[in-house]
């Protein structure tokens, strides 16, 4: 390791440290505007120039080029490189609009903090400024070309590490641009990264612009709760409503960046249609008037039916407490269980999931950017969980390997080879893949039952003509790949592929290859949910006690059953066969509408929470504000009432856990610290995966590993080799797989203004040839044939899909809750062209 000399203190540091990350360990901070440490060096700016007094390089360098070596000693301050940069600053202010005042940027610009830190404060060029034609981006980021001081981050960022290249930088020397070819909104999902990376105010963030200064906000950090991934987030909020979100550093999880649906995703907090009141039989009453009414409904019913009358459905988006404090209640008031999933197949696999990811398995999604090669089965990462797929390229990039097992038409952002398989062909695609990677001498001492599922697993010649030279191809570089990690969805895969993948990372394992384990889950705390789920009870069988009578109560918290629930009209007759429905949700719903008894609860912003991402990673999210209508939306755009008083305007919403807390106790009236520390206390003496979790405000930034695996899970077991004589039985119907969608289709960010600008129009994926056989092009109007009824959409033709199956998306916009159960499949003829 080079030892090496800063401004006369030494320090050693891992070879291949460039000088200015040297210093930064120092706590030197030296200029810099192109370089970034998630993007390299670049050597663009010149604005990191130090002296080098002794070692291989000598006078005035770039500190962000060269590497740390022995016996090099270095100056910061030394007069010619402060005059240098100095220097640099000057020319780079030279067309610079100087609009500081009106500026989003302002107050947090790096160009004004090396600007006043240079001693920069005259203009001596009299000359005309450069000048620039801003363009329309999208309602993401505006565009500000005059503020641009050439250095490169944004393209680098956009192209090289996000893999998108509709913006870049055209023309040369003093008229360089950057931006588009012409106006539009920019294709990459990653976009508003623009506005955090970009060092002056070329990018700021369009839906926030002239709302405030950084110093004007209540800023906290948070997490990101519209997918599974747990990307850590900076959250601004002011006036009582969150204005922006920025992407806050994780070493385990995110890096320095979010993808959009998670920056742009909060506006369901302040959302006008957001319900604020509680209510009673629909009448607007206090929030202590809600509380005693659905005590007292609860005492009424229960007086006349047995204990076993009240279902409770708990969430995958609530936090940790949430979930917690409903199955302490269920267990106090002497109810069955909660479920937490609407879907039980789902739920299951996500149970398996949580069961099989043991400790030496689990790899987070920073690990993941180091492996060198990737089999993705039955996922999409861009529509289900876009940072995934964001980590996936950063692992091509450095030459890793990636090859995805999905029927859906997937796109990345990097270099990848798809295999369009049916969802009944997947597991022995992937065994077979699987067993080809392996050497057979590699496991000729593993146990017998590793040996057995070896042996078990189908050749390479199961693959059709079509697929067999890629298969084969793909076999050899999986063979010479040591760091090897199975991405497993759990949203449209059989219950049967989820056990097989964690089987497959143990047989590779077995064979000396450092192999992991990745599931994706479909919501925000879905692990966190699975560990409180009891096998024996489900939506479902609450869905039957409520329609044969046996079940006459039902709780609902933080979960609208009718957005997610693939079954419509049979969820709205039973509903309507209840004595008692209470909802407890900050977002408004088909299930708030139809609740006897409704409370208003708090988002993340208002109490914080606990949250258990895929990984079983358990991090915790602070409160931002306090609560409480926005200003906005109180004043209409003018001077707020002035009334004055101790409460805050709206503030009636309360943390779930809290409401369940004085449901169950009665009357207790414990303020929101002292109730959360109850279901925190139960988990810890009633779940043993998370009896060493700490109080809430415990918690480091980097979270907590839970070790959720269970070992008496049976491991290589054989059931999915039936998966492909049941496909066998399907003949030549067309599976119906309900998908993701970006935007759209998650149901947080689904309220969010902004990204109903991008989402777009849903429409049914087909694969070429078996569009052919029925005459369909590309933007026909079909109408499919579902079990309660037709839905009418626009056809997308696709060549990268399997055949046999159809792509109908959850999006709020398609009435696809038609279908009565899954898998669902429909004939040809049931899929038929609209007349014009």
Request: with cysteine.
């Amino acid at each position: 390791m080079p030892k090496l000399v800063i401004d006369e203190r030494e320090i050693e540091v891992p070879e291949g440290t460039k000088v200015i990350e040297a210093a930064e360990q120092l706590g030197i901070m030296i200029p810099r505007f192109c370089y970034h440490p998630a993007l390299g060096s670049v050597g663009a700016c010149r604005v990191c120039a130090v002296k080098f007094l002794e070692g291989p390089f000598k006078g005035v360098q770039m500190s962000c080029m060269i590497d740390a070596k022995d016996d090099m000693v270095v100056s910061t301050t030394d007069e010619e490189a402060v005059e240098f940069r100095k220097y640099v600053i000057e020319w780079l202010m030279l067309h610079h609009p100087h609009d500081c005042p009106v500026c989003d940027e302002g107050g947090h610009c790096l160009l004004q903090d090396m600007t006043v830190s240079g001693g920069h404060g005259v203009r001596r060029y009299l000359g005309l400024k450069r000048t620039y034609r801003d363009q329309y981006l999208g309602p993401l980021v505006q565009h500000e070309m005059n503020r641009c001081i050439h250095c490169y981050r944004c393209t680098r960022f956009y192209q090289e590490f996000a893999g998108y290249f509709d913006l870049g930088v055209m023309q040369i020397a003093n008229h360089t641009y950057f931006g588009r070819f012409k106006d539009g909104i920019l294709e990459s999902p990653f976009t508003g990264n623009l506005s955090d990376i970009c060092p002056t105010g070329v990018y700021t963030d369009k839906p926030s612009r002239f709302f405030g200064r950084r110093w004007d906000y209540q800023r906290s950090p948070s997490l990101c709760i519209n997918c599974s991934l747990g990307c850590h987030i900076t959250a601004s909020a002011r006036y009582r409503e969150v204005v922006r979100q920025e992407a806050r550093y994780s070493e385990a999880v995110n890096g320095y960046f979010i993808c959009d649906r998670g920056r742009h995703g909060f506006h369901y907090a302040k959302s006008e249609t957001r319900p604020g009141k509680a209510l009673v039989d629909g009448r607007e009453v206090t929030t202590e008037e809600g509380i005693r009414a659905a005590r007292e409904k609860l005492a009424e019913l229960m007086s006349r039916i047995e204990s076993d009358g009240v279902a409770c459905l708990g969430s995958a988006r609530s936090s940790l407490e949430n979930q917690a404090m409903l199955k302490q209640l269920c267990q106090k008031m002497g109810w069955q269980d909660p479920s937490y999933f609407v879907d039980e197949s789902l739920a299951k696999k996500v149970k398996t999931a949580v069961t099989r990811l043991e400790p030496e398995l689990t790899v987070s999604l920073r690990d993941l950017e180091g492996s060198d090669a990737i089999i993705v089965v039955g996922a999409d990462p861009i529509n289900e969980a876009p940072m995934l797929a964001l980590a996936m390229r950063q692992a091509q990039r450095k030459g890793g390997k990636i090859v995805v097992l999905d029927p859906r038409p997937i796109s990345l952002p990097c270099d990848y080879t798809h295999l369009p398989v049916k969802l009944d062909e997947i597991n022995l695609y992937l065994g077979a893949l699987i067993k080809a990677a392996v050497d057979p001498e590699a496991i000729t001492d593993a146990e017998k039952d590793v040996a057995r599922f070896y042996r078990e697993a189908p050749m390479l010649e199961i693959f059709v003509d079509s697929l067999q030279k890629k298969a084969s191809s793909l076999a050899q570089e999986l063979r010479a790949s040591q760091r090897v990690v199975i991405v497993c969805g759990t949203q449209v895969v059989r219950e049967t592929t989820v056990v097989l993948a964690g089987d497959c990372v143990s047989l590779l394992r077995a064979a000396k290859k450092q192999a992991g384990l990745f599931y994706l889950l479909p919501q925000a705390n879905a692990f966190g949910a699975s560990l409180l789920t009891n096998k024996e009870f489900s939506f479902l069988n609450t869905l039957e006690g409520m329609e044969n009578g046996s079940i006459k109560g039902l709780i609902l918290v933080e979960n609208d059953p009718f957005y997610s629930f693939h079954h419509r009209q049979r969820l709205d007759l039973a509903i309507e066969k209840l004595d008692l429905l209470i909802v407890l949700d900050y977002l408004e719903s088909p299930a708030v509408r139809k609740a006897h008894v409704f409370l208003p609860t708090s988002t993340l912003y208002e109490t914080g929470g606990i949250y258990i991402n895929q990984e079983g990673r358990a991090q915790a999210a602070t409160k931002t504000y306090l609560g409480g209508i926005s200003i906005a939306q109180i004043s209409g755009g003018n001077h707020p009432p002035r009334i004055y008083g101790s409460e805050i305007p709206g503030g009636e919403a309360r943390a779930a856990f809290q409401f369940l807390d004085q449901i169950g106790d009665g009357g207790s009236d414990e303020d929101e610290t002292a109730s959360r520390q109850n279901p925190l206390r139960w988990l810890s003496a009633n779940l043993p995966a998370l009896a060493k979790i700490p109080p809430f405000g415990e918690l480091t930034e980097a979270g907590m590993l839970i070790n959720s695996s269970d070992e008496g899970t049976g491991q290589f077991s054989l059931d999915w080799k039936e998966e492909k004589d049941k496909g066998d039985m399907t003949g030549d119907l067309l599976e119906v797989i309900l998908t993701d969608l970006t935007f759209g289709t998650e149901e947080l960010s689904s309220f969010s203004p902004p990204l109903r600008k991008l989402e777009r129009k849903p429409c049914l994926f087909m694969q070429v040839n078996d569009a052919a056989k029925m005459g369909l092009s590309s933007e026909d109007r079909v109408r499919i044939k579902l079990d309660e009824g037709d839905v009418e959409v626009d056809v997308r033709l696709e060549e990268n899909m399997a055949p046999g199956v159809v792509i109908l998306p959850r999006h709020r916009l398609l009435e696809w809750q038609k279908v009565k159960r899954l898998p669902k499949f429909v004939r040809f003829e049931e899929i038929e062209k609209v007349s014009d």
